[in-house]
């Protein structure tokens, strides 16, 4: 089963935006055992739209569209959708139900501009839009499958998983698929590979592992294909369970979570806090862990201590560290942990404090030199690491470490 | 004049990656006159790359393509082009001698597989690839360019930047574009467009305004086409200036950078010091102004004060308000404010406090309440705002809206 992904307007192709929409539907339809073939970005022109649809279905047997279905007159993904099934545009009924809707809910008048969100070529089915007046649209012809949805995320997120899949499912009677990820930190994917290589061996044709590195942390998903649903589950959760065992502790979560996601349940879920004080990755750790909702369970906060002054002042680092040791040195991360430990109350902190660049580095410290420290009441752990010379990637690389050394420190809490 | 940018690699087709190069290459080419009229993603298959690049001559001038260039049986983008311009491959000298100054540099053997990387089609033009051993490969035929280059970022950018522009430019004889971006923020696009419609009526053809909106920003971009560079330059100049006076205080930068980055330099350049205190963000303000090279100059750092305890112990907020006012709240983002500007001892300070949600509303304060408090030692604004019910927006409309307050109170510093 092969798919392609089609975007519609100029935003991409002029580069103001990214197109996240796509590599989230490739996930989605990967998932669900469906093979990206081709994604295309194409302008709001008529004939470049007709020509796309064209040389997709020659290729494919679904086709995702993206955009342009807006109420303005660039947006033209409907009627050039008319024109390439030869059919008309009818108003439908339950579209204009929920362009009523929405007006109502923000107290607008309705204008015939408005209005026309519901017409729609009349070989449609239309997918309520629950977030959004533009409906999308499932077409059947000649055997293929067309959907078009808004270009809105969270309008085209919502439409995928809750209508498009199921009915993708249905329509093509899919296999059963079953993922189950493994997320692990810390070791790179040929040591990993190394460590399970028989059970990679003794894998059954029908489970294939994958291996998804990404800075620092490697996912191995194993997915199953097959007929029986309730067999298949048990026996992926068999070799599942046979690589966490094989792999200890670089094991941090079970299923698919960010890194930091998975090291706040494992506190929540043993009633203790974390706090960080952070100096060359600004803001950034913090960051990570409050962009999950509840993070609030486990997470206290914590210093930006950019400045030595609040190195100081908010953790407790002393005078005479700094001037003796410099700011990136093993004595201040520790005292820059044992701060936050002490100052903050939580029962684990993480520090860092390095140089993140493109300025700053010396012969001695050179760009890219980072101490990283983590500590509980009864351990602290303080380690030396230069990474590149590129800031962005310091940063990240510093966060995605220090996170590594928290789970460690963790341990099988 | 029209591009198409291919990319090849079944990373961004399962949604492993986002492809961020083609939005990076599509701004760069628009900057130099250069229209993409399509974005394709390919798979590392034969007959696929072969069809894209059939298809992409036939409505397009340059074609760039990406990846596929690596060491491995499944980079087989070199040979495809080989079978695709009907030529042989060779061992490019210049190429060669690139991979062993690498693989001297890091100290490692050169192994077959890794001389093969010399080896390229032999009607291309080599491009050197001074960050890693992949060369880029330039080709014309039949009246069409095709660039071949490493989907690695930073290599490709490099290559694009240094050498396939100028090239580009040079062989198209493209006409000079003159970009000025005028950064504002705090207004919306229609405010803006009424504010300064006399000055967009008098722009003469040759000289066109873009209106690009992002999270509360609207990046104005004056766009110049003629033949002489000096006059073109002054004309631009002379609009740019005419709308920066009518739109006063909502100007922050002259140039296209970020927002953040905008008052960092407003800040050095008066040696004016700021600090944070942030709640319902978590460290995502302080992470946006510590992700730019040299904002230590002006960022001292800040607290993250998730819990009410941090709000207390680091910022000063007296117990009482908490319990009084509760954590969301005008008086303890003051409070919060004032602590920064007391404990961190800078001349400026944000404070934020609000509830990012999914949980955590009530009827008097739902899910999006924010208190956002600046603050100078000679004046205090603070200010209440709803935005809507998902955590990530909430977080960034939140930091963009008081990054814009501090704007304002920075005023003509």
Redesign the interface.
């Given at each position: 089963m092969l798919a392609e992904i089609i975007t519609i307007g100029d935003e991409?192709?002029?580069?103001?935006?990214?197109?996240?929409n796509?590599?989230?539907?490739?996930?989605?339809l990967?998932s669900a055992g469906i093979?990206?073939?081709?994604?295309?970005?194409?302008?709001d022109d008529r004939q470049?739209i007709l020509?796309?649809l064209k040389?997709a279905q020659e290729?494919v047997d679904v086709i995702l569209i993206t955009g342009g279905l807006g109420p303005t007159k660039d947006d033209i993904t409907k009627k050039t959708l008319a024109e390439y099934f030869q059919v008309g545009m009818i108003e439908n009924a339950e579209a204009l139900e929920n362009v009523k809707r929405i007006f109502a809910k923000y107290n607008r008048p309705l204008l015939e501009v408005n209005r026309q969100q519901a017409l729609v070529p009349e070989n449609c089915e239309v997918i309520n839009n629950h977030n959004g007046t533009a409906p999308g649209m499932w077409f059947e012809h000649q055997g293929k499958v067309y959907v078009s949805m808004p270009g809105v995320p969270?309008e085209m997120m919502y439409m995928v998983e809750d209508q498009v899949l199921p009915k993708l499912k249905a329509t093509f009677k899919l296999p059963f698929i079953i993922h189950k990820t493994i997320l692990t930190v810390g070791e790179g994917e040929s040591f990993l590979a190394e460590r399970i290589a028989d059970i990679e061996d003794s894998l059954p044709p029908h489970i294939k592992l994958a291996y998804?590195p990404?800075l620092g942390q490697v996912r191995l998903r194993l997915s199953g294909y097959g007929e029986n649903q309730d067999n298949l589950a048990t026996e992926v959760e068999h070799y599942a369970e046979q690589i966490i065992s094989s792999l200890g502790t670089v094991v941090v979560a079970q299923e698919d979570i960010a890194l930091e996601k998975a090291l706040l349940d494992k506190l929540e879920s043993s009633s203790k806090t974390l706090?960080?004080a952070?100096s060359c990755?600004?803001?950034?750790?913090?960051?990570l862990?409050?962009?999950h909702?509840?993070?609030?369970k486990a997470?206290?906060?914590?210093?930006?201590?950019?400045?030595n002054?609040?190195k100081e002042?908010?953790l407790g680092v002393k005078n005479e560290t700094l001037w003796q040791h410099g700011a990136v040195s093993e004595k201040t991360a520790t005292e820059m942990v044992q701060g936050a430990l002490q100052?903050?109350?939580s029962d684990y902190a993480i520090a860092v404090t390095g140089i993140?660049?493109?300025?700053g580095g010396t012969d001695e410290k050179p760009v890219g030199t980072v101490w990283i420290a983590v500590a509980s009441a009864a351990e602290t752990v303080v380690r030396r690491f230069t990474f590149g010379n590129?800031?962005?990637q310091n940063?990240e690389r510093t966060a995605i470490t220090a996170l590594g050394m928290l789970n460690t420190l963790l341990g099988n809490l």
């Open positions: 991409i192709l002029i580069g103001q935006i990214v197109d996240t796509s590599a989230w539907i490739a996930q989605q990967n093979r990206v073939k081709q994604i295309s970005s194409v302008s470049h020509t796309a040389e290729r969270f998804l990404k706090s960080v952070e990755t600004g803001g950034y750790i913090s960051h862990f409050t962009q909702p509840g993070s609030s997470f206290l906060g914590g210093a930006v201590s950019y400045s002054e609040l002042s908010i100052n903050f109350k993140a660049g493109p300025g590129k800031r962005k940063i």
